[in-house]
């Protein structure tokens, strides 16, 4: 089982809908939690962290449940620019600053 | 944030040759680290490059193919040595800043090709 899990998609969908991704994680010493972005030839590039009590980015909504061991991305009122990768990114406590990447979402926005 | 750059952008190589691939930072950071990216896959990371001493690798990686130097806060290099087709990939540099805890920011990557 890969410790960070995420749907590969790709999820279409048209401008302005609500698209939400999921994440699992397998380790419970996981403390820390992201969402970064990757377009396409270019490098990652962090989105947003992930709290314990959710937070909010103007359009971008992130949640962390940790008794489940999953984390939420939701994105309101798609645009086309966001249509990238979005990869769920885990730091386990006592594994330094090392960072877990899941296999990445694809979202694609249509006009 | 830190602004990274990376030499070169992209290269093609043949088989049996080396590259090395320059990261540097335009301000110290703690840590920097070494990823590779396959066609269509996540981040795998190499390596933590350690400022005056060894890098520590992950499993699956070893000195002698991808020797790392870092010589100061700001500068680090990766080697990937005897190259072969299967090292084709996107080599990426990722820095941790001072006033960060946990959060990395990547360099723009190297795209090699290996004939």
């Known amino acids: 089982r890969k410790e960070v899990e995420q749907d590969p998609g790709p999820f279409n969908v048209p401008e302005g809908a609500t698209v939400a991704f999921n994440c699992t994680y397998s380790n419970s010493a996981s403390q820390s939690f992201f969402w970064y972005r990757q377009d396409c030839r270019k490098e990652p590039k962090l989105l947003m962290s992930?709290?314990?009590s959710g937070n909010e980015d103007g359009r971008f909504t992130a949640q962390l449940n940790r008794a489940s061991q999953y984390i939420s991305l939701l994105i309101r009122d798609s645009k086309l620019s966001d249509s990238a990768t979005y990869l769920c990114v885990v730091n386990i406590r006592n594994a330094g600053n090392m960072l877990t990447f899941g296999g990445g979402t694809r979202l694609m926005v249509k006009p | 944030s830190a602004v990274i750059s990376q030499k070169p952008s992209r290269d093609i190589c043949q088989r049996g040759t080396s590259l090395t691939i320059q990261c540097q930072v335009d301000s110290q950071v703690t840590m920097m680290f070494w990823y590779r990216q396959q066609p269509g896959q996540s981040l795998t990371l190499i390596a933590t490059?350690?400022?005056?001493?060894?890098?520590?690798?992950e499993s699956g990686f070893v000195i002698d193919k991808f020797p790392i130097s870092r010589p100061n806060l700001t500068f680090s290099t990766l080697t990937v040595s005897n190259l072969s087709p299967e090292d084709s990939s996107i080599y990426l540099c990722?820095?941790?800043?001072?006033?960060?805890?946990?959060?990395?920011?990547f360099g723009p990557g190297t795209r090699l090709t290996v004939t």
């Open positions: 990722s820095v941790v800043p001072r006033d960060k805890l946990y959060e990395q920011y």
């Open positions: 490059a350690n400022q005056g001493s060894e890098a520590t690798y």
């Open positions: 992930v709290y314990s």
